[in-house]
């Protein structure tokens, strides 16, 4: 069974300090990686997408991704009490039609 | 901007009866897939499709069936509902080929008594 695997939470973090979110995964054949982000009562929502190795900036957001170690993490920098939502790790699963697996997801709490 | 939409934001059944949801979307996907979420379960795939007329089972397709009649249109079945059955369903599509991730609709959520 392939699975991604996020800490449940909640992760609360003050407001203008990081936020950092951790997905691990099983299946070594994922090729992309995707960070959503989704408020209550709406769909998810795409904030970063990650192909190779390292770190891929976008404004305050940063994700990272190790496939040797079958992880990836998203960084929010300078959080904001809008950041506070649901936070989905989906990883593509190997063997076509761009099929995503998604982690439960992590609930981010940015509190002023 | 891609659109997805889906028929109704919030929907509510009885047990037994048949119930249709249906996602539509405007940017000639090939690819669609219909998922339900839950609390701390995330989302799970119920059903795909990578072309009119043609479908796959994902994760969880017990108790549900699909159709694909035209290109921009693709509908979840439920023959019965039963009140596991409740959830948010959303319908999301994605180009033949793409590198690129899903496109969400707005949800649907569907309550069972």
């Known amino acids: 069974q392939k699975e991604v695997e996020q800490n449940s939470g909640p992760l609360s973090v003050p407001e203008g300090a990081i936020a950092s979110l951790n997905c691990t995964y099983s299946?070594?054949?994922?090729?992309?990686f995707f960070w959503y982000r989704q408020y209550s009562g709406k769909s998810p929502e795409l904030i970063m997408s990650?192909?190779?190795?390292g770190d891929k900036e976008d404004g305050r957001f940063t994700a990272q991704l190790n496939k040797a170690s079958q992880y990836v993490s998203l960084l929010i920098r300078d959080s904001q009490p809008s950041d506070s939502a649901t936070y989905l790790c989906?990883?593509?699963?190997?063997?076509?039609?761009?099929?995503?697996?998604f982690g439960a997801g992590t609930r981010l709490a940015v509190h002023p | 901007d891609v659109k997805v939409t889906q028929s109704s934001r919030y929907l509510v059944k009885r047990t037994g009866e048949k119930v249709f949801l249906e996602c539509v979307q405007d940017?000639?996907?090939?690819?669609m897939f219909w998922y339900r979420q839950d609390p701390g379960l995330g989302l799970r795939l119920i059903y795909f499709?990578?072309?009119?007329?043609?479908?796959e089972k994902g994760d969880i397709p017990e108790g549900y069936s699909v159709s694909r009649e035209k290109k921009e249109r693709f509908s979840l079945i439920l023959e019965s509902a039963s009140t596991n059955q409740t959830s948010m369903y959303l319908c999301?599509?994605?180009?033949?080929?793409?590198?690129?991730?899903?496109?969400f609709g707005p949800g649907t959520r569907l309550t069972v008594l």
């Open positions: 499709s990578y072309d009119v007329k043609m479908k």
């Open positions: 940017m000639d996907h090939e690819n």
């Open positions: 990650i192909y190779s190795n």
């Open positions: 989906a990883v593509t699963v190997s063997g076509g039609y761009n099929k995503l697996i």
């Open positions: 299946d070594r054949g994922s090729q992309s």
């Open positions: 999301a599509s994605l180009p033949r080929g793409g590198t690129d991730t899903q496109y």
